[in-house]
């Protein structure tokens, strides 16, 4: 059966509210040449007939099956493949067979399509077949544990895959499954209103003196000075519209001297596409006060349910955590509160591991060694073998209309 027909035969699940309409598929006008050009492949012909006509896909309620498409900040094709080859590839160093798969540009290598809401994500193998409609379908589960190997070769093209997951199911590491799935399939809800993706020009090769300063401060130098260097501060930082004092005042108390410093150089905003600072001085919700707040009740309540998993204690409790920035995980890094403000030790609340010692150094050579790759801790995403340092040491300022 062509992958289009076995979609069209799904429901539209009920909208979450009764007043709220389905988000219905709707076609998406890809430029397919565009998209192969850049990727240097073809893809699978049902795949594009289906995200023609159908767009990016919500499967079952738990599937998302993409497409090269884009929305402002929620999602963007191309980095998103980037992201989850990268992830998957620093993933596999550190479980069996310890060894990472090929990944696209490779030759032959892994090409993500898809992933589930818990964390599999779903690949093509296009070294398998030189016909793309051949291609079988290969899952990588980050929930695997740590001495399981996560990649599973199903053996199945995805019209078989997405077939199958309706049916019965697929296997997962652990005994689990994959499915299987409720029949419905919708407009996945984040990217309602994408816009097809439109590949970037190719970055031209740089010239040799190009980041001379900057690939300088990978390797030499401490502090503010090294950090400006490597990540040039934005020109008008965003910090919100209240004051120190104000903010001072919601908290309870003051801050290290090195933060204040350091976030009226940069400002709020995402380091390394990874770690978002909040807005410290924002009144109104989505600044440091309110995130510090909705943290302290959700580690609280973790810490009631699981205390052997939770042992810190929170601001505002003595020597309590306070965080100041986020993973896009959902990974926190904060302050334990314990005596004078620049004298706290910084820490990471990670989501996915259990909690860690505080980490050595101030907030700026905590961030400075992470963006250099020398920090390994969990909670802040670690660079690959292949990464360049370079690459990821960037910061992208926050506004009014950021979460963060």
């Known amino acids: ?165 309706l049916a019965d199911g697929l296997p997962l590491p652990r005994g689990r499954t994959l499915g299987p799935l409720p029949a419905t399939a919708c407009r996945t809800a984040f990217l309602v209103g994408a816009r097809p993706w439109t590949p970037p020009e190719r970055d031209p090769e740089p010239a040799p003196e190009a980041g001379g300063v900057r690939r300088a401060a990978l390797t030499g130098g401490n502090g503010l000075e090294a950090l400006t260097r490597l990540v040039p501060p934005p020109a008008t930082p965003y910090l919100g519209d209240g004051t120190w004092e104000w903010l001072f005042e919601e908290l309870g108390t003051r801050l290290p001297d090195e933060y204040v410093t350091l976030m009226e150089r940069y400002g709020s905003g995402h380091w390394g596409n990874w770690l978002g600072f909040f807005a410290p001085l924002r009144t109104a919700g989505n600044g440091l006060a309110h995130h510090a707040r909705r943290a302290a ?63 050595a150094g101030t907030l700026t050579d905590v961030l400075l060694e992470w963006l250099r790759g020398d920090l390994v801790t969990e909670g802040l995403a670690g660079l690959g073998e292949e990464d360049d340092p370079l690459a990821f040491a960037g910061f992208s300022p926050g506004s009014d209309d950021t979460h963060w």
């Open 1 to 165: 059966m062509e992958l289009l027909s076995l979609v069209a035969r799904l429901a539209l699940p009920a909208p979450v509210r009764p007043s709220d309409p389905p988000a219905a598929p709707a076609p998406l006008p890809v430029d397919w040449a565009a998209v192969e050009g850049r990727l240097g492949l073809r893809l699978p012909a049902d795949y594009k007939r289906l995200v023609s006509a159908c767009g990016p896909l919500e499967l079952g309620g738990r599937l998302w099956l993409h497409a090269p498409c884009e929305r402002g900040e929620r999602f963007e094709y191309g980095d998103w493949l980037w992201e989850t080859h990268r992830e998957c590839r620093i993933a596999s160093r550190r479980t069996p067979p310890y060894q990472p798969p090929p990944f696209h540009p490779e030759p032959g290598g892994l090409l993500a399509w898809g992933e589930t809401r818990d964390g599999v994500r779903l690949f093509w193998d296009t070294g398998a077949h030189d016909d793309p409609d051949r291609w079988p379908v290969v899952a990588h589960d980050r929930n695997a544990g740590g001495e399981e190997d996560p990649w599973r070769r199903w053996g199945t093209t995805l019209t078989e895959t997405v077939a199958a997951l």
């Open 297 to 359: 009740d959700t580690y609280r309540g973790l810490r009631g349910r699981s205390p052997e998993h939770h042992p810190l204690a929170v601001w505002p409790e003595p020597g309590g955590f306070l965080p100041f920035a986020v993973s896009v995980e959902g990974d926190h890094l904060g302050w334990l509160t314990e005596g004078e403000p620049d004298d706290w030790p910084v820490a990471v609340w990670p989501r996915r591991a259990g909690q860690g010692p505080p980490l």
